[in-house]
């Protein structure tokens, strides 16, 4: 450390060198579906032409398969996953 005279005061300047290391905020990495902005009538017409919705199983388990299936794709038609970090 030392002391600089700044030459129009009674005090003077300290001048320093620190070793400090900066450590940066952590990338944070987040997925979100924008269904905001998605075409609710397209997803809407997707449902309603999908295989569930046509000709449904008539076995409960294999309504839920299938709902879910149609259900998925549709989402991941209109309402795409996306990733971003900040």
């Not at 075409?39 to 008539?58: I, W």
């Amino acid at each position: 450390m030392s002391t600089v005279s700044t030459g129009f005061s009674d005090h003077s300047l300290l001048k320093a060198r620190l070793n400090c290391g900066f450590k940066g905020t952590p990338v944070t990495r987040y997925s979100y579906r924008d269904i905001k902005n998605m075409d609710v009538d397209g997803f809407r017409a997707r449902l309603r032409s999908s295989a569930s919705f046509t000709n449904p199983s008539t076995d409960p388990n294999d309504i839920a398969v299938q709902s879910e299936d149609d259900l998925r794709s549709a989402v991941e038609t209109f309402a795409p996953l996306r990733t971003k970090r900040r």
